[in-house]
């Protein structure tokens, strides 16, 4: 049997082995199992079937002076357990008639003597008696055996810690020489109410992964392995692939440490990758498109440390080298590499303030906020590259009836120094209504504004396909943005009026869907300069929305 209990600011896990025979007792009596429990926490019952009855308390009950002492239990009031002051001076006599004084020569051997069950028998080893200061008598009382023949067990100023501390020393004598009681002291035999410390025990949440084959490149594949503790104080994530030959593979291993209130991650990682850009993964313009292949790879380290349940600042503190080579096409139309080689080892902190309030429905936020600020710089550690790059993001949305909402982005973005990096617009995330990446600069501003609201809530077609839409929601939204380098201006004069310059914009409308485990969305923007409108662009896009 094992439960949750909470205490001391925190949740344990407690496990009874074997709670039929350690209650055995108590639920064969139909006594409470309340006292069982208060016995339990003071850690006075042991598990195990060499367990002797439980000390049982019963609220409130009494026991007659002249009982006999034969039964497997002897009930013992709440003020006596709840309470580690003596109780012969409180001790109250019970109809007026005297009652038998116990002898002060009591042994506490005596004390521990094992009563019979309740068919007769002695067989059953019995815990310490503890008698009821209500069925005490008064000072001077006449002595009185007990119908067993036994003297009676008990003492005027008898304490509650006395008795408890005999019980205990009664149950370790009673362990029998061979059994769960004398396996080693690292056996799982513990003392119910002992608490444990925690112990990792870790198993994989999720395996994923692929094969393939073609016969120009060869083998391919993929796989992504998570592997956690059962609290979830520490995962780790190991994703790799596989292309042909291990040259063009890559892998990345992090591991997560979260059992305190600040997280710490760890990783490493290795990437190659091939480009046909005008444009590095640092964000260095070469000027035009060229061919090149990039390996980066090196370490990081993180923490995370959380302010409230909605705010968090996070450090991280990366160290990458990449490896750059250049690559030419030849005369019969291949791409060969050349000599051409860019090597640099960066050194890459950051900060950033999350600040997160947002409740999510089925495909995207539905009210509250989300906002960051981050600052990142970067310098290489034998050579004078170097960047700064600040980015502050704002996200609102305001739950407009049951089922409409108003969502809200702000973006901007700046970096300097004499690598600055380059920001790109344009597309399905960022403005609709352009190719992707159409614009770039080292500095940013987007906005963009939408009108969520239910489209259709269950479509069923018959033929010519068989076909069920069920949970649509339609979007309305605008976009506007501009990156720009030096020199910045929004718009200008024309003939026919102000047309936007450096500002694009864009409108549309959409549609969005969860298809399983998947959220379909698609988008057609118009652009705009205020005065003419282009031709639509469709977007599609898999995720959720901003």
Same mark, same amino acid.
């Given at each position: 049997m094992a439960?949750?209990?909470?205490?001391?600011g925190g949740w344990?896990?407690?496990a009874?082995?074997?709670?039929?025979?350690?209650?055995?007792?108590?639920?064969?009596?139909?006594?409470?199992t309340?006292?069982? %429990?208060?016995?339990?926490l !003071?850690g006075?019952?042991?598990?195990?079937p060499?367990m002797?009855?439980p000390?049982?308390?019963?609220?409130?009950?009494e026991?007659?002076? =002249?009982e006999e002492?034969?039964?497997?239990?002897?009930v013992?009031?709440?003020?006596?357990?709840g309470?580690?002051?003596?109780v012969g001076d409180?001790?109250a006599?019970g109809?007026?008639?005297?009652?038998?004084?116990?002898d002060?020569?009591?042994?506490?051997?005596t004390?521990l003597?094992?009563?019979?069950i309740?068919?007769?028998t002695?067989?059953e080893?019995?815990?310490e008696?503890v008698q009821?200061p209500?069925?005490?008598?008064?000072?001077?009382?006449?002595?009185?055996d007990?119908?067993?023949g036994?003297?009676?067990i008990?003492?005027?100023?008898?304490?509650v810690t006395?008795? !408890?501390?005999? @019980?205990?020393?009664?149950?370790?004598?009673?362990?029998?020489?061979a059994?769960?009681?004398?396996?080693?002291?690292?056996?799982d035999v513990?003392?119910?109410?002992s608490?444990e410390?925690?112990?990792?025990?870790?198993?994989?949440?999720w395996?994923s992964?692929g094969?393939?084959?073609?016969s120009? @490149?060869?083998?391919?594949?993929?796989a992504?392995? +998570?592997?956690?503790d059962?609290?979830?104080?520490h995962r780790?994530?190991?994703a790799t692939?596989?292309?042909?030959s291990?040259?063009s593979s890559d892998?990345?291993?992090? @591991?997560?440490?979260?059992?305190?209130r +600040?997280n710490?991650?760890?990783g490493?990682?290795?990437?190659?990758?091939y480009y046909?850009?005008?444009?590095?993964?640092?964000?260095?313009?070469l000027?035009?498109k #060229?061919?090149f292949a990039? !390996?980066?790879y090196?370490?990081?380290?993180g923490?995370?440390?959380?302010?409230?349940m909605?705010?968090?600042?996070?450090? =991280?503190l990366s160290?990458?080298?990449?490896?750059r080579?250049?690559?030419?096409e030849?005369?019969?139309?291949?791409?060969?590499?050349?000599?051409?080689?860019?090597t640099?080892s960066?050194f890459i902190?950051?900060?950033?303030?999350v600040?997160d309030?947002?409740?999510?429905?089925?495909?995207g936020?539905?009210?509250?906020?989300r906002s960051?600020?981050?600052?990142q #710089?970067?310098?290489e550690?034998?050579?004078?590259?170097?960047?700064?790059?600040a980015?502050?993001?704002?996200?609102k949305?305001?739950?407009?009836g049951?089922?409409?909402?108003?969502a809200?982005k702000?973006?901007?973005a700046?970096?300097s120094s004499?690598?600055?990096?380059n920001?790109?617009m344009?597309?399905?995330?960022?403005?609709?209504?352009?190719?992707? @990446?159409?614009?770039h600069?080292?500095n940013l501003?987007?906005?963009s504004?939408e009108?969520r609201?239910?489209?259709i809530?269950?479509l069923e077609?018959?033929?010519?396909i068989?076909?069920?839409l069920w949970?649509?929601?339609g979007?309305?939204?605008v976009?506007a943005?501009?990156v720009?380098? %030096?020199?910045?201006?929004g718009?200008?004069?024309a003939?026919?009026?102000?047309r936007?310059?450096d500002i694009?914009?864009?409108?549309?409308?959409?549609? #969005?869907?969860r298809?399983?485990?998947f959220?379909?969305r698609?988008?057609w +923007?118009w652009?705009?300069?205020?005065q003419t409108?282009?031709? +639509?662009?469709t977007?599609f896009?898999l995720g959720?929305?901003?």
């Amino acid at each position: 049997m094992a439960m949750a209990v909470y205490g001391h600011g925190g949740w344990d896990i407690a496990a009874v082995k074997a709670p039929l025979e350690a209650f055995g007792d108590a639920i064969a009596g139909g006594k409470s199992t309340a006292s069982v %429990d208060r016995a339990y926490l !003071r850690g006075e019952v042991l598990s195990g079937p060499w367990m002797p009855a439980p000390c049982t308390v019963a609220a409130g009950e009494e026991t007659d002076g =002249d009982e006999e002492r034969g039964n497997d239990e002897h009930v013992v009031s709440e003020e006596q357990v709840g309470s580690e002051e003596q109780v012969g001076d409180e001790a109250a006599a019970g109809d007026g008639e005297p009652e038998p004084v116990p002898d002060e020569a009591t042994s506490e051997e005596t004390a521990l003597a094992e009563p019979g069950i309740e068919d007769g028998t002695a067989d059953e080893p019995a815990p310490e008696v503890v008698q009821d200061p209500a069925t005490e008598a008064p000072d001077g009382a006449p002595e009185e055996d007990s119908p067993d023949g036994e003297e009676d067990i008990g003492d005027a100023n008898l304490t509650v810690t006395k008795a !408890r501390a005999a @019980y205990r020393t009664a149950l370790g004598e009673r362990r029998p020489a061979a059994g769960p009681a004398a396996a080693d002291p690292d056996d799982d035999v513990r003392r119910i109410g002992s608490v444990e410390r925690y112990r990792p025990r870790f198993s994989p949440d999720w395996i994923s992964g692929g094969l393939g084959y073609t016969s120009g @490149y060869g083998f391919s594949g993929t796989a992504q392995i +998570a592997v956690s503790d059962v609290l979830g104080n520490h995962r780790f994530y190991l994703a790799t692939d596989f292309f042909s030959s291990l040259e063009s593979s890559d892998f990345q291993l992090l @591991y997560e440490h979260l059992a305190r209130r +600040a997280n710490y991650s760890f990783g490493v990682y290795n990437y190659k990758y091939y480009y046909h850009s005008n444009h590095t993964w640092l964000g260095e313009d070469l000027g035009e498109k #060229r061919y090149f292949a990039e !390996r980066s790879y090196g370490a990081s380290a993180g923490v995370s440390y959380p302010f409230s349940m909605f705010s968090r600042v996070e450090l =991280d503190l990366s160290v990458i080298s990449v490896d750059r080579q250049f690559a030419e096409e030849n005369e019969q139309g291949y791409i060969e590499l050349t000599d051409e080689e860019v090597t640099r080892s960066l050194f890459i902190p950051s900060i950033r303030l999350v600040n997160d309030t947002t409740l999510w429905g089925s495909i995207g936020p539905l009210s509250g906020g989300r906002s960051s600020i981050s600052l990142q #710089r970067a310098w290489e550690t034998d050579g004078d590259f170097s960047y700064m790059t600040a980015i502050a993001d704002v996200r609102k949305y305001v739950r407009m009836g049951a089922r409409h909402s108003l969502a809200i982005k702000l973006v901007g973005a700046r970096s300097s120094s004499r690598d600055a990096q380059n920001f790109y617009m344009g597309g399905v995330n960022s403005l609709r209504g352009y190719e992707d @990446y159409e614009f770039h600069g080292r500095n940013l501003t987007l906005a963009s504004l939408e009108f969520r609201y239910p489209f259709i809530d269950h479509l069923e077609i018959a033929s010519p396909i068989p076909l069920s839409l069920w949970g649509l929601r339609g979007v309305m939204f605008v976009d506007a943005g501009a990156v720009w380098d %030096d020199e910045f201006r929004g718009s200008t004069h024309a003939s026919d009026g102000r047309r936007l310059k450096d500002i694009k914009a864009s409108y549309g409308i959409g549609a #969005r869907m969860r298809l399983s485990m998947f959220i379909v969305r698609v988008d057609w +923007a118009w652009p705009t300069d205020l005065q003419t409108t282009g031709n +639509a662009t469709t977007h599609f896009a898999l995720g959720a929305e901003f």
